[in-house]
């Protein structure tokens, strides 16, 4: 019995073998051939299919908590450092504005503003495939920077949640203690949809690294990439989505609501640089989950964004507390608290792309610039930016996405460009090329915010106005516009 069923077995083995030779050996079939085939019962057992990548839980639990520390950064951090710099008469209305806002962006983003930034359809915009968030589940995944690495699709949601809401948020210290409450939410609303959403899948949307294996793939990739992606721009956190973007928003309503009463004659002075400190503090802290959680993993580049975000911050600090003392005689904790959220504007877009020594550079230029940029740059545009939103974000990521273009170049301790047809650093890079790239994108961002910024406001003006009355601004938008005072007196 023994012997016959071993005979079996080594008659199966050689007939399987010899239709797996003639397998190999036999042409490709013609379409209506192949497609017969299939209908047709098989011969054989069809070769496995390769498992699907699954989430590693350690960079699921990173992300996770990357997405707290933006949220962090957001509220409270962002909230107290725009509180302590407005009259105390006005603190409550500007936590109202970055808690508010921050609420609505979440669920706008949830309902239809993923969708449009982070699925394919053309260039600008992405499609409504996803909007309510239809089809993804627990099990979805969404891509990182790596071949074979995901991490589930609604950590990637909630992530880039916080970075739509704090980017609306930058824009309320532009136009501080004066605007309604009711416009300021409209305004955010249309202008996140109309200019957030779209500048966010020109510069970050593409089918990520698993879709590219060579150079037709590669092609048809760029193809379905938003507009910035595809001509090369590197924003590793969101200089243009985020900086740029808002700083643009916050100059033109500073134009269109017009200057504070008293502005340039009563004193505006900021009532608690200890709050402003605190949240500055809470930014820099903050900062880590924005920057190095940007790379959407926990290896290597993730360690180097958090580097560059330490040294960058420390530097630009130093810088403009030492303009600050050379101009005016004494440096100021004001100055420093701006000079920190200066650093972490301009290594935003570079974090991930340069080496610790190109971001001390870039911490250094943008401390010095941006002190330039709140003092004679603000004078020139003459314009009441209340707390220098263009200043700093403006002129900061201006700098941080120009500068990215220079040292990401690995002969400079940069990254450079990652090739995923090679699955290679390429060894082609030029500084001025990327640099001119780099120029592009802020040109464009600049003029997309822009035009939309000043149709929103416009809209808002129309329909319920942008600014409280006179009577109502001297009083403080704390009691006119919600009922309560930060402080008891």
């Known amino acids: 019995m023994k012997k016959l069923l071993a005979t079996l077995a080594l008659g199966l083995g050689l007939v399987f073998a010899s239709g797996v030779t003639m397998a190999e050996d036999a042409p490709a079939k013609p379409a209506a051939a192949a497609a017969a085939a299939a209908e047709a019962p098989a011969a054989a057992p069809a070769a496995e299919a390769a498992p699907a990548p699954v989430p590693n839980k350690g960079d699921t639990a990173w992300?996770?908590?990357?997405?707290?520390?933006?949220?962090?950064?957001?509220?409270?951090?962002?909230?107290?450092?725009?509180?302590?710099?407005?009259?105390?008469?006005?603190?409550?209305?500007?936590?109202?504005?970055?808690?508010?806002?921050?609420?609505?962006?979440?669920?706008?983003?949830?309902?239809?503003?993923?969708?449009i930034a982070f699925s394919a359809s053309n260039p600008f915009f992405g499609s409504l495939d996803k909007l309510f968030l239809k089809g993804i589940t627990p099990d979805s995944v969404a891509a990182t920077f790596s071949k074979g690495v995901v991490i589930p699709e609604l950590t990637f949601v909630a992530f880039q949640a916080t970075f739509a809401a704090i980017t609306c948020t930058l824009i309320v210290g532009s136009f501080a203690e004066r605007m309604k409450f009711s416009a300021v939410l409209l305004f955010c609303a249309l202008w996140f949809t109309f200019?957030?959403?779209?500048?966010?899948?020109?510069?970050?949307?593409?089918?990520?690294?698993?879709?590219?294996?060579?150079?037709?793939?590669?092609?048809?990739?760029?193809?379905?990439?938003?507009?910035?992606?595809?001509?090369?721009?590197?924003?590793?956190?969101?200089?243009?989505?985020?900086?740029?973007?808002?700083?643009?928003?916050?100059?033109?309503?500073?134009?269109?609501?017009?200057?504070?009463?008293?502005?340039?004659?009563?004193?505006?002075?900021?009532h608690s640089l200890t709050l402003t400190m605190v949240g500055a503090?809470?930014?820099?802290?903050?900062?880590?989950?924005?920057?190095?959680?940007?790379?959407?993993?926990?290896?290597?580049?993730?360690?180097?964004?958090?580097?560059?975000?330490?040294?960058?911050?420390?530097?630009?600090?130093?810088?403009?507390?030492?303009?600050?003392?050379?101009?005016?005689?004494?440096?100021?904790?004001?100055?420093?608290?701006?000079?920190?959220?200066?650093?972490?504007?301009?290594?935003?877009?570079?974090?991930?792309?340069?080496?610790?020594?190109?971001?001390?550079?870039?911490?250094?230029?943008?401390?010095?610039?941006?002190?330039?940029?709140?003092?004679?740059?603000?004078?020139?545009?003459?314009?009441?930016?209340?707390?220098?939103?263009?200043?700093?974000?403006?002129?900061?990521?201006?700098?941080?996405?120009?500068?990215?273009?220079?040292?990401?170049?690995?002969s400079l301790g940069g990254t450079g460009i990652y090739d995923y047809v090679a699955n290679a650093v390429s060894p082609d890079y030029s500084i001025g090329g990327q640099v001119w790239i780099q120029l592009q994108a802020v040109i464009t961002t600049i003029v997309w915010s822009g035009v939309v910024s000043l149709i929103a406001y416009k809209l808002v003006d129309i329909v319920i106005g942008l600014r409280v009355s006179e009577e109502e601004e001297r009083e403080g938008l704390d009691i006119s516009s919600h009922g309560e005072t930060a402080y008891h007196r």
Request: glycine letters at 14%.
């Open 195 to 270: 200019s957030y959403l779209p500048v966010a899948h020109m510069v970050w949307y593409w089918d990520g690294p698993d879709a590219i294996t060579d150079a037709a793939s590669l092609e048809k990739v760029t193809a379905a990439a938003g507009w910035l992606w595809a001509k090369g721009a590197l924003d590793f956190a969101g200089g243009t989505v985020v900086h740029i973007n808002a700083a643009v928003a916050g100059l033109i309503g500073a134009y269109m609501v017009g200057k504070r009463l008293g502005y340039g004659k009563e004193s505006m002075a900021p």
């Open 281 to 410: 503090a809470l930014l820099w802290v903050g900062w880590f989950g924005f920057n190095a959680g940007s790379n959407l993993e926990a290896n290597g580049v993730a360690a180097l964004a958090f580097m560059n975000t330490l040294v960058a911050t420390a530097m630009a600090t130093l810088a403009w507390m030492a303009g600050e003392a050379l101009s005016k005689g004494k440096a100021s904790m004001l100055g420093a608290a701006s000079g920190a959220v200066a650093g972490l504007v301009a290594i935003t877009p570079a974090c991930g792309f340069v080496g610790p020594m190109g971001a001390i550079v870039i911490g250094l230029v943008a401390g010095l610039l941006c002190l330039w940029g709140v003092n004679g740059l603000k004078r020139m545009l003459g314009a009441d930016d209340s707390l220098d939103v263009f200043g700093v974000h403006g002129v900061g990521g201006i700098v941080g996405a120009l500068l990215t273009g220079v040292f990401a170049a690995p």
């Open 63 to 115: 992300m996770t908590v990357a997405t707290i520390l933006v949220i962090l950064m957001t509220i409270p951090g962002l909230a107290l450092f725009y509180g302590g710099l407005v009259r105390s008469k006005n603190m409550l209305s500007v936590l109202m504005q970055v808690f508010v806002v921050t609420a609505l962006i979440y669920v706008l983003w949830t309902l239809y503003g993923y969708t």
